[in-house]
């Protein structure tokens, strides 16, 4: 016992001993009064650290080279601002517009990047953040609905073989037919003046009220009535109020104003024993649902559950119930960009933003892709001859209140806020 006395007072003199030469005893005398678990937690601690450093090092080496690789691509392809004029068919997608953070309702804008960042054309980090390549879309299509010559811009690497390498990522039912040199400045949206879509749907729902839409196949509009069609469509060439055609809009809203150049219907062809046509109508711009609607009325009329008076009563400030054709054959069929092509297509350093040379290719898809779709669907599902008996339902005559408000805002939920622009 006197010995162990005797040990630790000597111990007691060298750590002041020690303190003098930077303190090594100290850190022993603490060593010995930690207790082993502690000296192990302390050096698993350690070892962590280390790990976690490590794994920090290596990230940041694996950012860097990729950052020097992206570096290196984009030395090597400049980022050019293009068009890129698409088509496409919108069935089992949930429109055009990208929707970041709802995987589980794909658009056609998710493929299109996908395809865009596999095919070296733009950067990973792009990907996810849309602005950083300046991406715009001419118009933003419903759910479901088609394109055969919708036009994106965006800044992107002109890589070999551009178009290719991007459809080789892409599933058939979407390609990208052309590409062309814009200026930095170009906005496909604010750059577009004008709008083409048609509308496919069976004549059968021109037929009377009381006529038997299980005759779909012997159904066959006649000439009176596709004429007297044609007249009711006419009178929307203009200039009105469309508050009544969209939804969540306030009557007295400027942008509820939109300018109609022209919508007509044209002659009717047999697709699958069954008689359809296509109604064809330009515009500056559609707000949401504004075409289905103007040809839901259309039809409403036509089969006499409302009078004409009810399309222009549809542009005053009080509420209408419009009823809203299918969006099965709707599809964005052209853009116009006639003040861009004014002033920079004949400068002699930018192509004019036409697509004639592409025209034979888009005929193509939509014969492969866009029509077989519309007929086929309607022919299985029957989407119009289904839509067709909710109109009862419709009280044309009151203008106080909208019935069909409540139905709008689900359905309007359920797309995910996509719209015609």
């Known amino acids: 016992m006197l010995k162990i006395k005797q040990l630790f007072s000597a111990l007691a003199k060298h750590r002041l001993t020690s303190e003098r030469n930077g303190g090594l005893f100290e850190l022993f005398w603490k060593m010995s009064e930690t207790p082993r678990d502690e000296q192990t937690a302390n050096v698993l601690k350690r070892a962590k650290e280390e790990n976690e450093d490590s794994a920090e090092k290596l990230q940041a080496e694996k950012k860097l080279k990729t950052e020097g690789e992206q570096a290196e691509d984009d030395k090597k ?21 990208r929707n970041p953070g709802t995987s589980q309702f794909r658009t056609i804008e998710d493929e299109l990047v996908t395809a865009l960042v596999k095919s070296g054309c733009i950067p990973e980090n792009h990907g996810d953040e849309m602005k950083k390549m300046s991406f715009q ?22 890589i070999d073989d551009v178009i290719e390498k991007i459809n080789e990522h892409l599933p058939p039912q979407i390609r990208v037919l052309g590409l062309k040199r814009v200026t930095q400045g170009f906005n496909s949206k604010n750059k577009c003046d004008g709008r ?17 839409p299980a005759n779909i196949a012997a159904w066959s509009v006649e ?7 044609n007249r009711l469509f006419a009178l929307y060439k203009g200039t009105h109020n469309f ?26 062809f047999i697709r699958s024993n069954i008689q359809f046509a296509v109604i064809t109508v330009r515009g500056q711009s559609f707000m949401m649902h504004q075409i289905r609607k103007m040809i839901g009325l259309v039809i409403a009329v036509t089969k006499g ?3 004409e008076e009810v399309i222009e009563r549809s542009w005053g400030l009080e509420k209408v119930d419009v009823p809203k054709a299918p969006g099965l054959g709707l599809v964005l069929d052209k853009v116009h960009f006639d003040r861009y092509n004014k002033r920079f297509g004949g400068d002699g350093l930018h192509e004019r933003l036409e697509w004639d040379r592409e025209n034979e290719a888009l005929q ?6 866009i029509y077989p779709t519309i007929v086929e669907t309607e022919c299985q599902e029957g989407s119009m001859v289904s839509w067709m008996a909710t109109l009862p339902i419709h009280d044309f005559n009151a203008t106080a209140t909208y019935i069909g408000d409540k139905k709008d805002q689900k359905q309007d ?6 719209d015609s622009d």
């Open 305 to 307: 559950y409302a009078d």
């Open 196 to 212: 083409t879509y048609t509308y496919m749907l069976p004549t059968v729902a021109f037929s009377p009220k009381d006529y038997d």
């Open 364 to 369: 193509a898809f939509k014969e492969a892709h």
């Open 137 to 158: 879309r001419c118009a933003r299509t419903d759910k479901g609905v088609s394109a055969a010559g919708q036009v994106v811009s965006l800044k992107l690497r002109l």
């Open 223 to 229: 000439p009176e009535t596709l004429k007297r069609v």
């Open 413 to 418: 939920n359920a797309e995910v806020g996509n």
């Open 243 to 268: 508050h009544n055609f969209t939804s969540q809009r306030a009557p007295t809203d400027p942008s509820n104003r939109r300018y109609i150049m022209e919508m007509s219907c044209g002659e009717p």
């Open 77 to 97: 392809y400049p980022k050019k601002k293009v068009a890129l004029l698409m088509a496409y068919s919108g069935k089992g997608y949930y429109g055009m517009q």
